[in-house]
């Protein structure tokens, strides 16, 4: 009895994992600008016909894009994350003018170190997704930034 209902598990589990669907890969790097200035660059490739939206959207609309990166001593984050051009779109889904980015979104972030650093700094994004019928709940990806 024991080994049938692990068996039920085991199956159970295996079909609720591939059952999720992620239309969105993050990639990390980073850019050197001086001795003490990094620009921290998260790159989102999207699946054909999916759609990430910006960090700016209407009140009502879907979940923006988000980034918060971990607080470091000595780190100062400079300005606010800037995001690619991207597309700006009446979005039947949630029936309003949204910006969101489709196939390829880069967002950069300028941080600049006053003390000395491990060589890492860590973050998280945010975001949410959608096609043209439906949207994905919002997700969080961990981000590892290497200033190495």
Known sequence: MKKIFF?????????ASAQIYEPVEWATSVEKTSEKEFVLIAT???????????QNV?????IATTFTYEEIYGMEVVDKT????????YDNVFEM?????????????????NQPHGGII?????????????CLP????????NLK
């Open 44 to 54: 989102a490739t999207i699946e054909e016909g999916w759609h990430l939206y910006s």
């Open 7 to 15: 068996l039920f598990l085991v199956t159970i589990a295996l079909n």
């Open 97 to 113: 003018d949204i910006k969101y980015f489709e196939n390829k979104a880069v967002f950069k972030q300028k941080v600049k170190l």
């Open 82 to 89: 800037s995001e690619g051009e991207g597309h700006e779109v």
């Open 122 to 134: 860590n973050g998280v994004v945010e975001f949410m997704v959608c096609n043209d019928k439906s």
């Open 58 to 62: 209407p009140e009502d609309g879907p």
């Open 138 to 145: 919002p997700k969080e990806v961990d981000l590892t930034f």
